[in-house]
């Protein structure tokens, strides 16, 4: 926030300097360097002192409003480094990943793949730019938005609506991105986010205490995360078109499975005849696996793992698994480091770097045994019953979820809710396709409003319930748009010397 709103409404002499909605006089004592309004200004000054008074009205006046656009030049430019910093840095992990694999190809691949490259880069540096344009944008606009109502209406007048408005009118910045590209998946993650925070106000407030009580539940981000998981992974499975595309991307990734298998998973867990059995086979001989798959098999185990054990799968893949997962985290945890940790990793870099290793090792650790332990129960519950159909796939990706228990308690609730804001767009996705929402995919950005709503809120919680947000984001939001006072307090129009 602006830096003439960090303190309280100052006294001059013992006489007050009101709110900038008060219709004060400018101090003309020589020894008081406010350029707040106070009444100690004599009726009996001189003309000499009350011109000098005038100018040092319109100086102060200057300062002030040069004081607001810093502040939202300032707000712009470091939203902009966020945004384009955080898209680039996993962009260029992206690039780094595919020129190893351009190594290792043969000369006429190596030449396919350096042109796809190069586009992929172009593509990538317009996304970086965009998303920069987005984050910057946004922090731009609340922050004019901001000082706007406030020298119109006063800042302690507008105090408790003004950061819910302005961060409604930044909320469109979205459309920066992309007019054509939707972002259902960030808007409902947002959307999530601001529910949490509604609640966490909800759970300290009297009215609202019992009612948000279930809330407080020690393990209920571990459910969350379970009941995501069954959607998501059956949705990967079953129906992969109701996922993001580049959420469906990073699942076949880690998924570690070939399409043909998942289609062969998917042909029996709907009763549908099998269409790709031969695919199947010769995906496994090519790595050195000899199979013939069995047409009334009711139990898809070698389709999933061909003639491996389901226990020895699950050792083989946790093992495959982990090194996927490593590549991921790095970024996650290292460029966060640079931005929020940038004055301590100066001081103490090993300390910084070896907190965000172990984070990255103990993330990596959660990936893989999510997506192992996919594999185990699936199978296990195969096995069990003896059949495998849809709610069987449900049912065994349920538990799943338990894996986030490995991860840091401060984390567990971010992947809950970012997994649960896809799961929720996948549901809502299928129940269109299947005819139970016809009017879903009639909504024209939709995206954009969710977003604006959400962004109101969690903006009106950072201006008036600081205390429900944890302080990593608070230091983003704080070197972002600047500290805000508290509620009841009025902006410093002066400094003492």
């Not at 069995?294 to 050792?315: F, Y």
Request: glycine share 8%; net charge positive.
């Amino acid at each position: 926030m602006s830096p003439f709103r960090d303190q309280p409404a100052a006294s001059c002499n013992g006489v007050f300097h009101g709110d900038g909605g008060e219709d004060k006089r400018f101090c003309l004592d020589p020894q008081c360097s406010h350029s707040a309004r106070c009444d100690h200004a004599s009726s009996g000054s001189d003309s000499a002192s009350a011109s000098s008074s005038l100018f040092a009205k319109f100086d102060l006046a200057d300062l002030n409003d040069s004081e607001k656009l810093r502040r939202v030049i300032i707000a712009s430019v470091k939203g902009f480094s966020i945004g384009a910093g955080l898209k680039g840095g996993l962009a260029l992990f992206s690039i780094l990943a595919r020129l190893r694999r351009t190594r290792f190809a043969s000369q006429f691949a190596s030449i396919s793949l350096s042109l796809s490259l190069s586009l992929s880069l172009i593509c990538r540096f317009k996304e970086t730019l965009r998303y920069g344009l987005f984050l910057g944008t946004f922090a731009g606009t609340f922050a004019s938005v901001d000082e706007i109502i406030a020298t119109l209406g006063g800042h302690r007048r507008t105090g408790k609506w003004r950061a819910l408005v302005a961060g409604l009118v930044a909320g469109p910045s979205m459309l920066l991105t992309g007019p054509n590209t939707q972002h259902t998946s960030l808007a409902i993650y947002i959307l999530m986010r601001a529910a949490v925070l509604a609640s966490r106000c909800g759970i300290k407030s009297k009215r609202f205490g019992k009612i948000c009580k279930p809330l407080t539940w020690k393990h209920g981000d571990i459910f969350l995360m379970c009941l995501s998981s069954s959607q998501i992974l059956s949705a990967y499975i079953l129906k992969q078109e109701s996922l993001p595309r580049s959420y469906k991307s990073f699942l076949n990734k880690h998924g570690g499975k070939d399409v043909a298998i998942l289609q062969g998973v998917k042909a029996i867990a709907s009763g549908l005849p099998f269409s790709n059995l031969d695919a199947i086979e010769r995906h496994y001989s090519s790595k050195g696996v000899d199979i013939k798959l069995d047409p009334q098999m009711k139990i898809p185990c070698s389709i999933i793992h061909g003639n491996q054990s389901c226990t020895a799968h699950v050792a083989s893949f946790f093992i495959e698994a982990y090194k996927r997962a490593l590549p991921v985290y790095l970024p996650v945890y290292l460029i966060p480091a640079l931005i929020v940790h940038r004055q301590d990793l100066l001081k103490r870099p090993s300390s910084i770097l070896g907190k965000g290793l172990f984070g990255t090792a103990r993330s990596s650790l959660f990936l893989s045994a999510y997506c192992s332990s996919a594999w185990m129960w699936t199978c296990i519950l195969f096995r069990i019953f003896r059949r495998c159909n849809v709610p069987m796939v449900a049912m065994g990706t349920f538990p799943t979820g338990l894996a986030l228990g490995i991860e840091k308690k401060s984390r567990r609730i971010e992947i809950s809710l970012y997994c649960l804001a896809r799961a929720i767009e996948s549901f809502f996705t299928c129940m269109a396709d299947v005819g139970y929402l016809p009017q879903f995919t009639k909504l024209k950005r939709a995206d954009v409003v969710v977003f604006s709503v959400s962004t109101a809120v969690i903006m009106h919680c950072y201006a008036q319930e600081r205390e429900v947000f944890r302080s990593k984001y608070l230091n983003v939001l704080d070197w972002v748009f600047g500290v805000p006072p508290p509620p009841a307090e009025s902006p410093r129009y002066c400094k003492r010397k």
